[in-house]
């Protein structure tokens, strides 16, 4: 099996594009940590990238980046962090 390794930037809208054309047909998200070494799990499709990042407060938090610009950040509760 081939593990696919990605590099997202979030401030770069033409990367974000190129990730979208190149991975858009992903069955499954991309699984990493951040500069905060918290887990962020990245879902890929042709229109949008989702981020979900488990925060170390505990928080879960969305962020959603469309391929025209449009982005969304979500925070969607609680999760058990041990």
């Not at 858009?24 to 990245?42: A, H, K, L, Y």
């Amino acid at each position: 099996m081939e593990s696919k390794a990605i590099s997202f930037d979030p401030s770069d809208l033409d990367g974000m594009r190129k990730l979208m054309d190149e991975h858009g047909d992903s069955e499954f998200p991309f699984d990493g940590m951040n500069e905060n070494m918290e887990q962020v799990s990245i879902s890929i499709s042709t229109e949008r990238i989702d981020a979900v990042t488990y925060q170390h407060n505990g928080w879960t938090r969305r962020n959603v980046y469309w391929r025209d610009g449009t982005r969304e950040e979500l925070y969607e509760g609680k999760w058990n962090n041990g």
